[in-house]
Nanobody
Framework: QVQLVESGGGLVQAGGSLRLSCAASGRRFSRSTMGWFRRAPGKERDVVAVIDWSGVSTYYADSVKGRFTISRDNAKNTAYLQMNSLKPEDTAVYYC????????????????WGPGTQVTVSS
């Protein structure tokens, strides 16, 4: 069993930065691929970034490449999403999740989810 809790969301002006954290409980965290997803109002949940258990392999959605950075600290059971140059279209609820099927960018394969944290970017 893994429990996840996101933090770090908030209101920021366009061009600003936020750093999201995902604190995990359970020993499986260090062996799990982690993902950040987001759901904007009226839209489906989309993948934002994914990192493998070692932190070596990462994936970014095209919309965030060059602006967002995913990382993890297995010693602290925490994953991060550094978001720079934020745009109004980044406004969404952001979720972290652990994959039950190894490396994956498909949300259906993620079996544990946090409650989400709201990110609002004003223009």
């Amino acid at each position: 069993q893994v429990q996840l809790v996101e933090s770090g969301g908030g209101l920021v002006q366009a061009g600003g930065s936020l750093r999201l954290s995902c604190a995990a409980s359970g020993r499986r965290f260090s062996r799990s691929t982690m993902g950040w997803f987001r759901r904007a109002p009226g839209k489906e949940r989309d993948v934002v970034a994914v990192i493998d258990w070692s932190g070596v392999s990462t994936y970014y959605a095209d919309s965030v490449k060059g602006r967002f950075t995913i990382s993890r600290d297995n010693a602290k059971n925490t994953a991060y999403l550094q978001m720079n140059s934020l745009k109004p279209e980044d406004t969404a609820v952001y979720y972290c999740a652990t994959s039950g099927s190894g490396w994956s960018i498909r949300s259906e394969t993620y079996n544990y989810w946090g409650p989400g944290t709201q990110v609002t970017v004003s223009s």
